[in-house]
């Protein structure tokens, strides 16, 4: 009896048990909100209404719960949370909610599922925001890239497009650049109010412009006024340049269709006595020379940053203000809108480009072509010339230190020097010297006999990138060596075939007067005049047996190439001079110095461009990475195959 009795006592222990074990499973039990398809019957059950029903996180007790007083709502990027009363909650970090939340909307969390950067070559780019998806880019230091370039450029949204990326082949010792990738989020930005200035802005003063100036009476009105503008022409500070000067007077017809804002700008203030000031207009100021302030002033300031970057904010200020002004230009002239075909096209321009719209992937092949293939290809070829001589870039800079030095822009003298007469060809900026040289900081510096604080002996080579476009361009054409191997190589044909080709570059680099050969819609180069009289006569011959067409007594057309030029008939300052200023590495160097007028000049003809870098590219001794480079800015066809 014993037995059984103790055999019915565990038989009723192991029931208590399993009963308190099922108890707590049951009390663990955590509501689940009902999913999209049975939201609103659950809605009509508890509630009979499916506006006031919710199924809400309660954060106090860690558990859903559902009632019957909604709905309620939330910004977008939060949801809300139920503890006795609604509030405010943060969407979990895989989660993001583009809309507002609305307790009613058949979710308790928020709305959608962040994408996964975890495709081949995709790593995240961005996953800070609750309110967008998360963007993911190519991982370009393992030499991803994008199959389909984004709209964005650098990153990509996996939900809104296709976000592939695949490998990309770089030649030996090269890697894709971050640079490139950093470049075109501000960088487009600057590049889409620029575009705006020139094809928007620019049009709409002209209105005001042929307004206060009518076009079949600009050339009598500039002539009346020619002595006040000669004036202004030859002071100091030169408010109207050469080229503005030769628009004005030299060419046989005059149109305000050749000005820029800042010669238009100009001509009213002096001529028509329009008061347009330096200083940003108030907002409330919707006058005439208020609006041509505005664009004025947004020139100015777009134009003169060095950095070709503009924010977000920056630039949707910026479009604001230049949108305003435009359309109170436009709308501030008596003119019948239904006749005025310039006004329909103005404004159904400035319409059609906002937000304005550029071509990515021709902004992306003009980073590569005007950056990157160039300080390839010059790399190359100075890798080339010191394998040739046996000797590094530190080898070069040491030996060269001295004559480099005193070709600086902001010349100083040394206590190395015996005479003071060096160049005065001084080309090398102090952003230049900086990447070559920096100031020996050891404990023995040198002790200059002269006492000065930045002596030429006090600078020690750097470690130097020379796929730095501005530091291979700087070593090219200041350093003697180089200089000379990259003439031979150019001029195979003979230097003289290389100065003929370039005559009418070369001549006007001597005289800015307009000679013979100038086309009527090309003006007199602007750069400062820096090959004299004695070195141009050293390359051609003058023949006062040919009369210039249009009566010059001293015309391009007179002089012609001497036979036979050496490298040896001139300094290797004079040969820098020439080829700073013609052929294909004066075609790079100028990007560097202007790289906004080469792109605006790149949308209409990019013909110049890539012949230089054709034409630097054959001189590749390894034709491999010459033809590597070659393909990547310029598509092979049959057309050019054997062109390399």
């Not at 925001?129 to 393992?142: G, I, L, N, P």
């Not at 159904?348 to 072509?369: E, H, Q, V, Y």
């Not at 100083?412 to 920096?438: G, H, M, N, R």
């Not at 070195?535 to 006062?544: A, H, Q, T």
């Amino acid at each position: 009896m014993m037995i059984k009795g103790q055999l019915w006592k565990m038989k009723i222990g192991w029931k208590l048990i399993v009963f308190q074990i099922f108890v707590i499973s049951v009390k663990a039990y955590k509501l689940k909100c009902h999913s999209q398809s049975n939201w609103k019957l659950r809605a009509q059950v508890k509630c009979n209404s499916t506006l006031t029903y919710f199924c809400l996180f309660n954060n106090v007790a860690e558990k859903y719960v559902e009632g019957c007083d909604g709905p309620d709502w939330d910004r977008k990027g939060s949801k809300r949370i139920y503890a006795g009363d609604f509030s405010r909650g943060n969407c979990i970090k895989q989660r993001f909610q583009p809309f507002i939340f609305w307790t009613n909307g058949s979710a308790s969390d928020c709305i959608y599922s962040k994408s996964v950067c975890g495709a081949e070559g995709q790593i995240d780019y961005r996953d800070n925001s609750t309110k967008d998806d998360r963007a993911c880019r190519c991982d370009y230091e393992r030499n991803y890239a994008f199959i389909k370039t984004p709209r964005s450029v650098c990153f990509c949204i996996p939900t809104e497009e296709d976000c592939s990326c695949y490998f990309k082949s770089c030649p030996e010792n090269y890697t894709l650049s971050a640079e490139r990738h950093r470049l075109t989020t501000d960088g487009v930005s600057f590049l889409r109010i620029v575009h705006l200035l020139f094809s928007v802005a620019c049009p709409a003063v002209r209105m005001a412009f042929n307004h206060e100036i009518q076009p079949n009476q600009l050339r009598k009105v500039l002539d009346k006024n020619k002595a006040l503008l000669e004036k202004l022409y030859r002071r100091k500070e030169k408010i109207i340049n050469d080229y503005q000067w030769n628009l004005l007077f030299k060419g046989e017809t005059v149109s305000s269709d050749d000005f820029d804002i800042t010669l238009m700008v100009y001509l009213l203030r002096t001529l028509a006595n329009i008061s347009i000031g330096d200083i940003y207009p108030a907002p409330f100021n919707t006058s005439i020379s208020a609006m041509l302030t505005r664009i004025s002033y947004i020139r100015n300031k777009v134009i003169n940053n060095v950095e070709g970057q503009l924010s977000e904010d920056q630039f949707n200020q910026i479009w604001d203000d230049i949108g305003q002004a435009v359309l109170q230009l436009v709308s501030s002239f008596e003119l019948d809108i239904d006749n005025d075909q310039q006004k329909i096209r103005l404004i159904g321009r400035l319409l059609a480009l906002n937000p304005i719209t550029l071509d990515i992937k021709k902004l992306r092949m003009f980073i590569d072509i005007s950056e990157i293939y160039p300080a390839m290809i010059l790399q190359k070829l100075i890798s080339e010339y010191y394998s040739l001589k046996n000797v590094t870039t530190e080898d070069v800079l040491r030996e060269e230190k001295h004559q480099l030095y005193h070709k600086r822009k902001k010349h100083e003298p040394c206590c190395k020097c015996t005479t003071e007469s060096f160049s005065s060809f001084k080309v090398i900026t102090e952003k230049q010297w900086d990447a070559l040289y920096e100031m020996n900081e050891k404990s023995d510096p040198h002790v200059c006999t002269s006492n000065l604080r930045s002596c030429c002996e006090r600078y020690i080579p750097k470690s130097v990138n020379t796929c730095d476009i501005s530091v291979a361009t700087t070593l090219i054409l200041n350093v003697p060596g180089i200089l000379n191997y990259m003439i031979d190589r150019l001029c195979v044909n003979g230097i003289d075939k290389f100065v003929k080709h370039n005559q009418h570059t070369i001549y006007h680099f001597m005289e800015k007067k307009r000679c013979c050969k100038c086309h009527n819609e090309c003006m007199v180069p602007t750069k400062k005049q820096c090959i004299n009289k004695e070195e141009l006569n050293r390359l051609f011959v003058k023949e006062d047996n040919i009369l210039c067409s249009v009566g010059n007594t001293d015309c391009c057309c007179q002089y012609s190439v001497r036979n036979s030029i050496q490298y040896t008939d001139m300094d290797d300052i004079t040969w820098s001079k020439i080829f700073y200023v013609a052929g294909p590495i004066s075609v790079v160097t100028n990007i560097g110095i202007n790289a906004l007028l080469y792109f605006i000049n790149w949308n209409a003809d990019d013909k110049t461009l890539r012949e230089a870098l054709t034409e630097l590219a054959q001189l590749i001794q390894d034709k491999s990475f010459a033809m590597t480079c070659y393909d990547a800015y310029h598509p092979l066809t049959a057309q050019n195959q054997g062109k390399l």
